[in-house]
């Protein structure tokens, strides 16, 4: 007999009472507080320099950026570029939001004793990603063209010491209309006019602060894209190629929705007239000034 039958019958005996285990009730685990939402950290800014021996620490030789405002026709100017036999210009590639850290206190040092920084190990990362690139496309010169290069212009002038860079303008309500138009649900039209118009001052920032570049409007594109491609070519070394004037549907499978335009318009292979410019009393006062100073109003 067990030892807690015996107990149970003595005690009984004695009591009238019995001894029962008691069964531990499953427990509820505790809810949890609703985790609250933090807005993402701002990343430091990453000192950079430009390389001390281009020869040894790039391997792309004079890289093209668009410098250019959202929805400003650099989707246009980047197909008709890529139909150049010399000139590969893909898809956005957002090149400057690729980061690099340091797993251990002994990668940094390492990295360190070499000479190379954060900085540094980014701008490698860069080269080589658009380096593959045009490796790929058996082709001379690779354009990048992503809006968002314009905040970084300094750190990409830095990286390659020879880029050379194109800045793409377009009367800025057109820009303000199109982006609202890009997704109306998204952002109304002030909020799209304000939106674009951080692109736009980072352009006018890079235009101030970069020497040597090349400007071109988009409505002159459109209007004349022989006479503009020609010029282009000239700044950037190269003899014009009529292929470029017809660009082609061959090129569909290379528009991809969030990496630049994608709709129909671009799709046709051609130029396509752009929209009438608007009046001076259709400028909203917050893109007036910006207005006035790419001549679009006086």
């Not at 000192?47 to 620490?57: A, Q, T």
């Not at 004079?62 to 400003?72: D, E, K």
């Not at 988009?218 to 022989?226: F, I, R, S, V």
């Not at 335009?261 to 608007?278: F, H, M, N, Y």
């Amino acid at each position: 007999m067990r030892l807690l039958p015996k107990l149970n019958q003595a005690f009984a005996s004695a009591t009238g009472y019995q001894v029962r285990r008691v069964v531990s009730a499953p427990t509820t685990p505790a809810k949890k507080a609703p985790a609250k939402s933090t807005p993402p950290k701002k990343r430091p800014d990453v000192p950079f320099r430009c390389p001390d021996d281009p020869e040894v620490d790039r391997l792309l030789r004079q890289p093209v950026f668009i410098m250019s405002p959202v929805r400003s026709g650099s989707t246009l100017l980047r197909m008709l570029l890529n139909a150049h036999p010399r000139l590969h210009a893909p898809h956005e590639l957002h090149i400057r939001r690729l980061e690099v850290g340091f797993g251990s206190k002994l990668s940094q040092k390492a990295m360190s004793a070499l000479d190379l920084d954060r900085g540094d190990l980014e701008h490698l990362l860069w080269d080589r990603v658009l380096h593959r690139e045009l490796t790929k496309s058996g082709k001379d010169f690779i354009v990048e063209k992503t809006p968002s290069n314009a905040f970084a212009y300094k750190r990409i002038a830095a990286c390659w010491p020879d880029a050379k860079f194109v800045f793409l303008l377009r009367h800025p309500v057109s820009i303000a209309r199109s982006w609202h138009e890009a997704d109306p649900e998204k952002r109304t039209y002030d909020e799209a006019a304000a939106d674009a118009l951080r692109y736009m001052k980072a352009v006018e920032n890079a235009r101030k602060g970069l020497t040597g570049g090349h400007t071109i409007r988009y409505e002159q594109l459109t209007e004349d894209p022989e006479g503009q491609l020609r010029s282009l070519c000239t700044f950037l070394g190269i003899d014009f190629d009529a292929s470029m004037l017809a660009y082609g549907e061959r090129q569909d499978g290379d528009l991809v929705k969030g990496l630049g335009d994608w709709r129909d318009k671009i799709r046709t292979g051609r130029v396509q007239a752009g929209r009438e410019l608007p009046k001076e009393d259709e400028i909203p006062e917050v893109l007036q000034p910006m207005c006035v100073s790419w001549g679009y109003a006086s």
